[in-house]
């Protein structure tokens, strides 16, 4: 209960950068849970897991997308839609590696959404 007030909290006062670094941490954390619960064969969780993190990238990264700002915004939508489809693929077999896969093309995004917002002038350019 506290955890997710303090979330909410977190919410209602992170700037637009902020938020995406959370979608991030978020759609990573599922991503961990699915790893370990395909190793212990948890199929609940993994399920549970996948779903939240297909959910993340449809709904909070693609649905932030501008894709009327470029080529990079429109990069991002299609790498989503790879990474969702991989997840979802990865959700019906069980398929550990798929997960990893989808964590190791994501990290590098992950990483300059994060070096974007240390540099106030890159995060106002974003």
């Known amino acids: 209960m506290y955890s997710k007030v303090g979330l909410e909290t977190d919410v209602h006062g992170a700037s637009p950068h902020r938020l995406i670094a ?40 693609k649905a932030g997308l501008n894709l009327e700002s470029g080529p990079l915004a429109a990069d991002l939508n299609d790498l989503y839609a790879y990474i969702c489809m991989r997840l979802t693929r990865a959700n019906l077999h069980s398929d550990a590696e798929a997960v990893a896969e989808c964590q190791r093309i994501l990290t590098p995004v992950r990483e300059a959404w994060t070096a974007i917002g240390s540099n106030p002038e890159l995060q106002r350019a974003a």
């Open 22 to 61: 959370m979608l991030f941490d978020g759609l990573f954390d599922a991503m961990n849970q699915a790893q370990v619960a395909i190793q212990t064969k948890n199929l609940e969780l993994k399920n549970r897991s996948l779903m939240r993190a297909v959910r993340i990238l449809d709904e909070g990264l």
